[in-house]
């Protein structure tokens, strides 16, 4: 069988043109946003609960120990300017040395005795205990400097050898304080010793308040007869 070959004719299709299709540019409007001013004092508390956070957040050694010297550079200057004036005055060298003198013989279990009887006190209605440490001349002498330094004092703690309170402004936690950096870092390192507390929120006053402790010492012997603490507001530094 012959088998015959056929050529097919080339077939020229027409060239199809797409439009082209042009999408119109979306513009959005630009929202003007209303200015937001804080009053001075609520900006710097802000920023310095900021801070702190960041602090928390990020682990910078570097950034963390130049924030810790600025605060305790801020800190010396306050107890410079505030404290040292009147932290040596006869009225609290006389009364650590009494204190002292009249618990001499207090044993641990008689301390952690008047530490609960502070702590049972706080919420009777009778608290002599409480009273002879915060209604004594000590504490209205205290307080006098505290209303001095005009809101940059939020507290003053005056302890003895034992780090039990002699004299306060306010009513604290607790009487015995001996076993707190207060007083472990200050007292029992001798003159000159200070502690630097972290900043803490102070829900009876509602600001940021950081706490600064020394030795007191007398300056006739040049021994230490006890301790102070001092709370100011982080945001007066």
Same mark, same amino acid.
């Given at each position: 069988?012959?088998?015959?070959?056929?050529?097919?004719?080339?077939?020229?299709?027409?060239?199809?043109?797409?439009?082209?299709?042009?999408?119109?540019?979306?513009?959005?409007?630009?929202?003007?946003?209303?200015?937001?001013?804080?009053?001075?004092?609520?900006?710097?508390?802000?920023?310095?609960?900021?801070?702190?956070?960041?602090?928390?957040?990020?682990?910078?050694?570097?950034?963390?120990?130049?924030?810790?010297?600025?605060?305790?550079?801020?800190?010396?200057?306050?107890?410079?300017?505030?404290?040292?004036?009147?932290?040596?005055?006869?009225?609290?060298?006389?009364?650590?040395?009494?204190?002292?003198?009249?618990?001499?013989?207090?044993?641990?279990?008689?301390?952690?005795?008047?530490?609960?009887?502070?702590?049972?006190?706080?919420?009777?209605?009778?608290?002599?205990?409480?009273?002879?440490?915060?209604?004594?001349?000590?504490?209205?002498?205290?307080?006098?400097?505290?209303?001095?330094?005009?809101?940059?004092?939020? !507290? =003053?703690?005056?302890? *003895?050898?034992? +780090? #039990?309170? %002699?004299?306060?402004?306010?009513? /604290?936690?607790?009487?015995?304080?001996?076993?707190?950096?207060?007083?472990?870092?200050?007292?029992?390192?001798?003159?000159?010793?200070?502690?630097?507390? !972290? =900043?803490?929120?102070? *829900?009876?006053? +509602? #600001?940021? %308040?950081?706490?600064?402790?020394? /030795?007191?010492?007398?300056?006739?012997?040049?021994?230490?007869?006890?301790?102070?603490?001092?709370?100011?507001?982080?945001?007066?530094?």
């Amino acid at each position: 069988m012959t088998l015959h070959s056929f050529r097919l004719p080339a077939i020229a299709l027409p060239a199809i043109e797409m439009p082209s299709i042009e999408m119109p540019v979306l513009e959005m409007p630009v929202l003007a946003l209303p200015e937001w001013r804080l009053p001075r004092l609520a900006r710097r508390r802000l920023m310095l609960g900021l801070a702190l956070g960041l602090a928390t957040l990020v682990h910078a050694p570097a950034p963390a120990r130049a924030a810790e010297a600025a605060s305790e550079t801020a800190l010396r200057a306050a107890v410079t300017e505030t404290i040292a004036p009147w932290a040596q005055d006869k009225i609290i060298l006389s009364a650590l040395a009494a204190a002292n003198t009249q618990r001499e013989s207090l044993t641990p279990a008689a301390i952690e005795g008047l530490d609960a009887t502070w702590a049972a006190e706080t919420k009777a209605s009778t608290h002599p205990t409480i009273d002879a440490v915060i209604a004594n001349p000590v504490a209205d002498f205290l307080r006098e400097h505290q209303h001095a330094a005009q809101g940059r004092i939020v !507290e =003053v703690i005056l302890m *003895d050898n034992h +780090g #039990l309170n %002699v004299a306060a402004t306010d009513v /604290t936690s607790d009487m015995w304080q001996g076993d707190e950096a207060k007083f472990t870092e200050t007292f029992p390192k001798g003159v000159g010793a200070m502690h630097f507390g !972290e =900043v803490d929120f102070d *829900d009876s006053t +509602g #600001l940021l %308040v950081v706490q600064v402790s020394l /030795t007191i010492v007398d300056p006739a012997t040049n021994q230490p007869l006890g301790a102070m603490t001092v709370g100011f507001d982080a945001s007066s530094l």
